[in-house]
C-alpha cells in the first residue's frame, strides 16, 4: 500500500514540476512551487529525513513561497493581493505537514543521536581540534564548497543586473555622516581584529570562516555606509578575485586531489592546505556579502 | 571574599533594575525619539552596573580589560546607532513636512 503511496508522490513531483516550468502566468508557477515545496518535503519524510523535510517545508515552500508572492506584487502593480481563499487553501496544509514533521522530529530527536559519535571518533584525523569547523571543511568539504558556490551565483546575479547601481556599474556612495564616521573610527579597528581572530579561533573553539567572514562583512559595510569607498576603493579585477577566491580554493584542492589520484577534496596531512582554503573562503564570504548589502540597501 | 561577593550581587541587581526601567520605557513611551531615550541611557546604565559587578568577581587582569572593553564598545554602538535612527526619522520627517513629529 505505502509503495502506491511513494508511486503517486512522484508521479505528482513530475507533474507539478512540469507545470511550473509550462505555467503561463506567474502567479499559478508562485502557488505550484509552494505546492512543490509541500510534495518534494514529504518525499524527504518518507526517505527518512525529517530535518530535510522541514527545512524544505520552511525554507523551500514557506520562506521562498513568501519572498516569490512579495517579489510578484512589486513587479505588477495593478494585480490585487492574494484572495482570501487562495492563502487558506496554501497555508492550511502547509502548517498541518510542518506541525506533523516537528512532531516527528521531536521524536526522531529523542531517539538517534544523529553523527555525533562518529564525527568525534574520526576528529583526532582532522586537521581541526574543534568538531563544528572539522565537519564543515573536513569532513563534508563538498557541502561547504556547494554553499559558496550558491552564494556566488548570488552575487553573479547582482553584478549581472545591475541592480540599483551608481554610473560606473558601482553602488554610489553615501553622504559622510559625522556620528557614523566618529563611531566607525572607534569600531572599524576592533571589527578587523576580531574577524582576524575569529579565524584563528575556528581551529580549537567556536569561530571560523563563516564568522569571520561575517564580521568583516560588517566592517565593509559601515566603512561603505558612512561615505568612504569600500570594495570601489580596491581596483574591480582584486574585487572579482576575493569573491571567486574561496570557490576557486575548493576547486584546487579537488584538482589537485584528483592528480594526486586521490578521493575528492582530500588533502594532505599538513594543515596549510585546508587553512589556504578557509582564509580564501574567509576572503569570498567578506567580499560577497559586502557586494550583496551595498546593493540591496535601499537608501 | 565574602564583601565582593555581596557587592557584585547588589551591583548586577542594580543593573537589573535599570535594564527593567529601560524595557518598560520602550514599551510605554509614546514616540520614538523617547523611547529611544529610555533604551540607550537607562541600559547603558544597566549594563555599566552588571559590568562593574562582573569586575568584583574577576580573576585576573585580562578579564577586566575584556569586561571594560565590552562596556565600551557597547556605549560606542548604542550611541551612535541611537543618533543614527533618530536622525534618520527626523530627515524623514522633514522631507514629508510633518512639523509635528520632530520632537521641536
Wanted: charge should be neutral.
Amino acid at each position: 500500500m505505502i509503495w502506491a503511496f511513494d508511486v503517486l508522490l512522484v508521479l505528482a513531483l513530475i507533474g507539478v514540476a512540469a507545470h511550473i516550468i509550462w505555467a503561463r502566468e506567474h502567479f499559478q508557477a508562485v502557488v505550484l512551487f509552494i505546492t512543490f515545496g509541500l510534495l518534494l518535503s514529504m518525499a524527504w519524510s518518507r526517505l527518512n529525513a525529517p530535518d530535510i523535510a522541514i527545512t524544505e517545508a520552511g525554507i523551500g515552500a514557506g520562506l521562498s513561497g513568501v519572498l516569490l508572492m512579495n517579489a510578484l506584487k512589486s513587479g505588477s502593480a495593478s494585480r490585487p493581493g492574494l484572495s482570501n481563499k487562495v492563502l487558506a487553501c496554501l497555508i492550511l496544509p502547509w502548517a498541518c505537514l510542518m506541525s506533523l514533521l516537528l512532531a516527528w522530529a521531536w521524536d526522531a530527536a529523542l531517539i538517534g543521536s544523529g553523527l555525533g559519535v562518529e564525527v568525534l571518533a574520526a576528529l583526532p584525523h582532522a586537521a581541526f581540534e574543534y568538531p563544528v569547523t572539522a565537519v564543515l571543511l573536513d569532513f563534508r568539504t563538498f557541502d561547504t564548497w556547494l554553499e559558496l558556490g550558491v552564494l556566488l551565483a548570488a552575487v553573479f546575479g547582482i553584478l549581472g543586473t545591475g541592480f540599483r547601481s551608481g554610473p560606473q556599474g558601482r553602488p554610489d556612495l553615501k553622504p559622510p555622516e559625522p556620528v557614523g564616521t566618529w563611531a566607525l573610527n572607534i569600531l572599524f579597528p576592533f571589527m578587523i581584529l576580531i574577524g582576524g581572530y575569529l579565524l584563528w579561533l575556528g581551529a580549537f573553539a567556536p569561530g571560523g570562516a563563516f564568522q569571520s567572514g561575517v564580521i568583516l562583512a560588517a566592517a565593509g559595510v559601515m566603512l561603505w555606509q558612512s561615505g568612504r569607498p569600500c570594495l570601489a576603493g580596491v581596483p574591480f579585477f582584486w574585487v572579482r578575485v576575493c569573491v571567486v577566491s574561496g570557490f576557486s580554493a575548493f576547486l584546487l584542492l579537488a584538482v589537485s586531489s584528483l592528480v594526486r589520484s586521490q578521493e575528492l577534496l582530500t588533502h594532505p596531512d599538513s594543515k596549510i592546505w585546508i587553512l589556504g582554503v578557509e582564509y580564501a573562503a574567509t576572503l569570498s564570504i567578506a567580499a560577497c556579502l559586502v557586494i550583496l548589502a551595498e546593493n540591496c540597501i535601499t537608501k | 571574599m565574602s564583601i565582593l561577593h555581596a557587592l557584585s550581587i547588589l551591583l548586577c541587581l542594580a543593573g537589573g533594575v535599570f535594564f527593567l526601567g529601560g524595557t518598560l520605557g520602550l514599551l510605554r513611551f509614546p514616540d520614538t525619539y523617547s523611547r529611544l531615550h529610555a533604551l540607550t541611557k537607562a541600559d547603558n546604565l544597566g549594563l555599566g552596573f552588571v559590568v562593574l559587578g562582573l569586575m568584583a568577581r574577576t580573576e585576573n587582569i585580562s578579564e577586566l580589560i575584556i569586561l571594560v572593553l565590552i562596556w565600551f564598545l557597547a556605549l560606542v554602538g548604542s550611541s551612535s546607532a541611537c543618533y543614527l535612527i533618530a536622525n534618520h526619522i527626523r530627515n524623514e520627517a522633514l522631507h514629508k513636512g510633518e512639523t509635528d513629529d520632530l520632537g521641536l
